[in-house]
Every structure is written in structure tokens, then in C-alpha cells.
């Protein structure tokens, strides 16, 4: 039960986004069990919004993709905005990104235009009132099921935060750049020899489109490597976020955080960890290119 004493506070969801959910640093432990980690697709974004708050790094933030949400808080409370520019407003009002902010009750979070990137986070000081579930509040679909329960943004739903104590306000001057067009720095895969090098020459001097069948599973993308020929049956096998599949019409999906734990399509590449938050600030119809890091 709620402890009554606590400084509650609710944000009531007028409108709830195209997808806005909580993610925090996902769920490891659990691979074995074909669950994935899970977790913030942009993981640098998500914890400067916890800096800005002076909260550690994985503490639960909400991921909001391309559409933002409109919410009303009907108690005062600290926030921060970061990651993709979805055109923030307060009460009507362009909203600062990058720096924390004091809301007042009664005041609204909107947003608008879509300047650059794909997903932005939004921060509380405080506690998300939702269950943990596996030790994580990052919202996830198991048998067609959300779960922990809560945490994905429903119209008139009313989510409360246990209030922290207000903090000095924190800025961050340099803010990432998020361009449609991207580079991904890749080491080779394990089925990388079944591939010719037509294949991977091509894999890394042309540009991808991403299309429009992404979500945080992974992307797939709209050309393919015109001569790839699938070889024999492969046993399924384990797959991480960043690891790029082939399928036998040699188009590519690049799997992200809640994608599967294992497959059956050769696994031509992988992201390089330093680049693995890239692809979540990209957009249907943006661009990107492959380098290969041997």
C-alpha cells in the first residue's frame, strides 16, 4: 500500500502519445528464459534525464516515440526532457530540454512538431508508482500482455509519483545532434563467412531507408543485398540487441532491446556497443549506412 505520509503526486494522462511507456536498464538475468533485456533504446538520453534529477542512472524514465503525450500534474514536481526535440511545451509554452524544470499543479506537458529524432525521455524526481516486475519497471509484451501493469500510457489513466525532495536546478550546454542520415559501426557476425563479398561490399557503400515496420524489437529495412543466396538450414540461435539478421530475401532487420533471444536468419553483424543507441533516435524513412570495424 501507498505510504499515505509520502508527498504523492499524480500526472494525469489527457492524451497518452503514439507510445509512451517507462523504461529503465531492462531485465538481465532472465535471456535463458527467452526473455529479452529490455530497457531505454537511447540509454545516454535516459540517464541524463536521471542526472538532471540527481537520480541514478537506471531509474525508470518515460520513453515517449515520435507522437508525445499530454499530461496534466496536478501537484508540484521536478522533471527533465531529453533526448529527440518533439517540440515540448508547458502550459502552451516552448519547454527547455536538457535542464531541470519545476512544475507547478495544474500545469500541462504537451508536445508538437517532430524537429529531430525519435524518442524522447522524460524524467520525474521520484518514484513511478507501478509495480516492478523481474526487477524492472520497463514496460514489456509477453503473451500479449503488458507487463508490469501500468506502465504503457493509457488515455485517462492517473500514475502517481512518490515526490523526492527538490533539488538545485542542473543544465547540460551540449545537447546530441540526432541526423536522418546515420552511421553504425559494426564487428562481423558469427554466419559473417557465409556471405560473399559482393554481399559485403555492398552491406557497406550504400545507404539503408529505415521502413515503416520498426518498433522496439527492431527495424527493418527497405533494401536488401541484391545478391545474397541463402545457404543451408541454420540451428536457432542467440541473438542480442545490435545484432543484424538476414532474411532469405536478403533484406536486413537490426534487432534492438526487446527483440527475441534467439533465430533462425544468418547474423551477418553486430552494432558496436558505442553505437547502440543510435538507431533509436532514427525514423521510419531515415537513412543509414554501415562501416565495418574488422
Given at each position: 500500500m501507498p505510504?499515505?505520509?509520502?508527498?504523492?503526486?499524480?500526472?494525469?494522462?489527457?492524451?497518452?502519445?503514439?507510445?509512451?511507456?517507462?523504461?529503465?536498464?531492462?531485465?538481465?538475468?532472465?535471456?535463458?528464459?527467452?526473455?529479452?533485456?529490455?530497457?531505454?533504446?537511447?540509454?545516454?538520453?535516459?540517464?541524463?534525464?536521471?542526472?538532471?534529477?540527481?537520480?541514478?542512472?537506471?531509474h525508470p524514465v518515460l520513453e515517449i516515440t515520435l507522437l508525445g503525450p499530454e499530461i496534466e500534474f496536478e501537484g508540484p514536481i521536478q522533471i527533465a526532457?531529453?533526448?529527440?526535440?518533439?517540440?515540448?511545451?508547458?502550459?502552451?509554452?516552448?519547454?527547455?530540454?536538457?535542464?531541470?524544470?519545476?512544475?507547478?499543479?495544474?500545469?500541462?506537458?504537451?508536445?508538437?512538431?517532430?524537429?529531430?529524432?525519435?524518442?524522447?525521455?522524460?524524467?520525474?524526481?521520484?518514484?513511478?508508482?507501478?509495480?516492478?516486475?523481474l526487477g524492472s519497471q520497463s514496460a514489456l509484451r509477453v503473451g500479449g500482455q503488458i507487463w508490469p501493469s501500468g506502465s504503457v500510457l493509457e488515455r485517462g489513466q492517473q500514475l502517481r509519483i512518490r515526490g523526492g525532495t527538490p533539488i538545485e536546478s542542473r543544465q547540460v550546454k551540449k545537447r546530441p545532434f540526432y541526423s536522418a542520415q546515420a552511421?553504425?559501426?559494426?564487428?562481423?557476425?558469427?554466419?559473417?563467412?557465409?556471405f560473399s563479398p559482393a554481399s559485403i561490399d555492398y552491406?557497406?557503400?550504400?545507404?539503408?531507408?529505415?521502413?515503416?515496420?520498426?518498433?522496439?524489437?527492431?527495424?527493418?529495412?527497405?533494401?536488401?543485398l541484391p545478391d545474397y543466396r541463402p545457404g543451408g538450414e541454420l540451428i536457432s540461435s542467440g541473438i542480442v540487441p545490435?545484432?543484424?539478421?538476414?532474411?532469405?530475401?536478403?533484406?536486413?532487420?537490426?534487432?534492438?532491446?526487446?527483440?527475441?533471444?534467439?533465430?533462425g536468419y544468418p547474423r551477418l553483424a553486430n552494432i558496436q556497443d558505442r553505437d547502440l543507441d543510435v538507431p533509436a533516435q532514427l525514423a521510419p524513412g531515415d537513412k543509414v549506412r554501415f562501416l565495418l570495424d574488422n
Open positions: 505510504d499515505r505520509k509520502a508527498n504523492w503526486i499524480t500526472m494525469r494522462i489527457l492524451k497518452p502519445g503514439m507510445l509512451s511507456l517507462l523504461q529503465d536498464a531492462g531485465r538481465n538475468g532472465y535471456q535463458a528464459f527467452g526473455l529479452p533485456i529490455g530497457g531505454a533504446l537511447d540509454r545516454q538520453a535516459a540517464q541524463v534525464a536521471n542526472w538532471l534529477l540527481e537520480q541514478s542512472p537506471d526532457l531529453t533526448g529527440a526535440d518533439l517540440s515540448p511545451q508547458i502550459n502552451g509554452q516552448p519547454a527547455a530540454m536538457y535542464r531541470t524544470l519545476s512544475i507547478s499543479a495544474g500545469d500541462h506537458l504537451s508536445f508538437g512538431t517532430r524537429v529531430q529524432g525519435c524518442r524522447a525521455y522524460l524524467g520525474v524526481r521520484g518514484d513511478w508508482d507501478v509495480p516492478t516486475w552511421t553504425l559501426r559494426l564487428i562481423p557476425g558469427p554466419e559473417f563467412d557465409r552491406l557497406t557503400s550504400h545507404a539503408f531507408t529505415l521502413s515503416p515496420d520498426c518498433s522496439r524489437m527492431g527495424y527493418r529495412l527497405e533494401e536488401g545490435g545484432t543484424i539478421q538476414v532474411l532469405p530475401s536478403g533484406k536486413l532487420i537490426v534487432l534492438l532491446a526487446d527483440a527475441q533471444t534467439t533465430g
